[in-house]
């Protein structure tokens, strides 16, 4: 089995291609919603942090992301592993990558909204759950989480 490549921010316009595919592949295509759903309006403010996780072949493996989202607060949002790079640490690779930066920037608290099936691997590496959130596309519910760096 191949070993985890390093993360990275995208950086060429085929690595931005990548993160952006993987993005819409895991969490809008499922939920039939259009191409260009899976971007942020703030995706391009320089305070964004972008994590790739490029597999050999070149497609985005994981990919996730960092915004300032308050007084020494930052929020990760639209972390997706690839289907057939989950389980194996990509996740939490790609987690410790942008706390990393968020310690870097001064932040002293995480947040972040999770998909209920996701809840039990944020709280694997330290989130723990604030209460119930929204409901994405009518049927996923919520939870924001949070920790402290
Ligand atoms: C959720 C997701 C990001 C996790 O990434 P991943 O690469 O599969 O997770 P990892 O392999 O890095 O897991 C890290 C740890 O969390 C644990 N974990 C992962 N998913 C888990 C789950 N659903 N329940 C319990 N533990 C879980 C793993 O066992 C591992 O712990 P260990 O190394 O001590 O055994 C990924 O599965 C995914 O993209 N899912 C679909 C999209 C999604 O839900 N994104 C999150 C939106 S909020």
Redesign the pocket.
């Known amino acids: 089995m191949t070993a985890l490549p390093a993360v990275a921010p995208p950086r060429t316009p085929a690595e931005w291609a990548a993160y952006y595919r993987l993005r819409y592949e ?2 809008r295509q499922p939920w039939q919603q259009p191409l260009g759903s899976e971007r942020a309006p703030d995706d391009a403010q320089a305070t964004t942090t972008h994590a790739l996780l490029l597999s050999p072949e070149g497609y985005a493996a ?1 990919v ?1 992301r960092l915004s300032p989202s308050g007084a020494g607060q930052g929020q990760i949002r ?5 289907p057939a ?11 410790r990558y942008l706390e990393q930066a968020a310690r870097a920037q001064q932040l002293t608290e995480l947040v ?4 209920a ?9 330290g989130y723990t759950v604030v209460a119930p959130s929204h409901t994405l596309f009518g049927t996923l519910p ?1 939870f924001l989480m949070r920790r402290d760096l």
């Open positions: 895991v969490l994981g996730g639209f972390m997706a592993v690839h790079w989950q389980g194996r640490g990509a996740g939490r690779q790609l987690l972040l909204h999770a998909r099936t996701a809840v039990p691997f944020y709280e694997h590496l919520h």
